[in-house]
């Protein structure tokens, strides 16, 4: 209305105006545009950092992932070699295995020649004694007299008693050497009964406790040795008995008997077969 109907003066001012308020609405939209130019520029360097933040976390993590991987691949190699190890392992178990079976069996098969080794040497003992004993009717023969003439019927009768008492010990005898154990003990126990108190009577109370020893009828050879003993402390069987009732009491078992005896016969008669053997057998005993 100004415009149609005012002066030229008024119509300028109205220019003026309308211009100036157009350059001011200019003005403060600028401003407002750069300020939030600026805004806009904060928060992109804000999701700038963040996102290189973010990056480098994730290189992190990426890098953690990678060892936790490297360790996975290094346990799994561990566990690879580890399970090879085992089977290894397991093959030496087979290997040694067999090795102890064959080193038992070896063990069995020389434990089995030392028990033969000792059981020789048993015998052996024995036989030792028997060839004493003949030693010994060997002396009592070659000393016997001859009943020539001019012997007086009282010699000729003891000569008589003698080559009978001589013959009947001897036929006991026989049959012992013969391994004929229960004919070679009735003849001993008959020549026993008969001659209670000679110089043969421990000698053949012994053969009967040796009779039932190689038997193996331990303990009845035990009681039989325990008769030399008794009844004829003075006789010269008596070590032997000592060291055969200790042999017998090892196979029957009892260790602690077996010592006493032979340690009793290494003490008593030293310097004999007896006592050698004796030591030897002692030093067996575990």
Request: aromatic share 8%.
């Given at each position: 209305?100004?415009?149609?109907?005012?002066?030229?003066?008024?119509?300028?001012?109205?220019?003026?105006?309308?211009?100036?308020?157009?350059?001011?609405?200019?003005?403060?939209?600028?401003?407002?545009?750069?300020?939030?130019?600026?805004?806009?520029?904060?928060?992109?360097?804000?999701?700038?950092?963040?996102?290189?933040?973010?990056?480098?976390?994730?290189?992190?993590?990426?890098?953690?992932?990678?060892?936790?991987?490297?360790?996975?691949?290094?346990?799994?190699?561990?566990?690879?070699?580890?399970?090879?190890?085992?089977?290894?392992?397991?093959?030496?178990?087979?290997?040694?295995?067999?090795?102890?079976?064959?080193?038992?069996?070896?063990?069995?098969?020389?434990?089995?020649?030392?028990?033969?080794?000792?059981?020789?040497?048993?015998?052996?003992?024995?036989?030792?004694?028997?060839?004493?004993?003949?030693?010994?009717?060997?002396?009592?023969?070659?000393?016997?007299?001859?009943?020539?003439?001019?012997?007086?019927?009282?010699s000729k009768k003891a000569i008589t008693a003698k080559t009978e008492k001589e013959s009947a010990y001897n036929?006991?005898?026989?049959?012992?050497?013969?391994?004929?154990?229960?004919?070679?003990?009735?003849?001993?126990?008959?020549?026993?009964?008969?001659?209670?108190?000679?110089?043969?009577?421990?000698?053949?109370?012994?053969?009967?406790g040796e009779s039932y020893y190689f038997e193996r009828s331990y303990e009845q050879?035990?009681?039989?040795?325990?008769?030399?003993?008794?009844?004829?402390?003075?006789?010269?069987?008596?070590?032997?008995?000592?060291?055969?009732?200790?042999?017998?009491?090892?196979?029957?078992?009892?260790?602690?008997?077996?010592?006493?005896?032979?340690?009793?016969?290494?003490?008593?008669?030293?310097?004999?077969?007896?006592?050698?053997?004796?030591?030897?057998?002692?030093?067996?005993?575990?």
């Amino acid at each position: 209305m100004l415009l149609m109907g005012g002066t030229a003066i008024e119509k300028n001012l109205l220019l003026f105006m309308i211009a100036c308020s157009s350059t001011y609405a200019g003005c403060a939209t600028t401003i407002d545009l750069q300020e939030t130019q600026g805004k806009f520029d904060t928060e992109i360097r804000a999701l700038k950092e963040e996102n290189a933040g973010i990056r480098k976390d994730t290189a992190k993590n990426d890098q953690a992932i990678t060892d936790i991987r490297r360790r996975i691949a290094d346990i799994a190699a561990d566990m690879t070699e580890i399970r090879e190890d085992m089977e290894s392992l397991k093959g030496d178990r087979e290997v040694l295995g067999k090795g102890e079976s064959d080193i038992r069996a070896e063990f069995l098969r020389k434990d089995k020649e030392f028990g033969d080794i000792k059981n020789l040497l048993d015998q052996l003992s024995s036989r030792m004694n028997v060839i004493e004993n003949l030693l010994e009717i060997g002396r009592s023969g070659n000393q016997a007299p001859k009943g020539e003439k001019g012997v007086s019927d009282d010699s000729k009768k003891a000569i008589t008693a003698k080559t009978e008492k001589e013959s009947a010990y001897n036929s006991a005898y026989e049959a012992f050497k013969e391994e004929k154990y229960e004919k070679a003990r009735e003849g001993f126990h008959d020549f026993l009964k008969q001659y209670q108190s000679t110089e043969y009577s421990d000698s053949a109370q012994f053969w009967i406790g040796e009779s039932y020893y190689f038997e193996r009828s331990y303990e009845q050879a035990i009681l039989e040795y325990e008769k030399v003993i008794k009844n004829y402390p003075q006789g010269n069987k008596v070590p032997n008995a000592l060291l055969k009732q200790g042999f017998s009491f090892l196979n029957i078992g009892d260790k602690s008997s077996a010592k006493l005896l032979l340690e009793q016969v290494a003490k008593n008669y030293p310097g004999t077969n007896q006592a050698r053997m004796a030591r030897a057998k002692l030093a067996e005993i575990k």
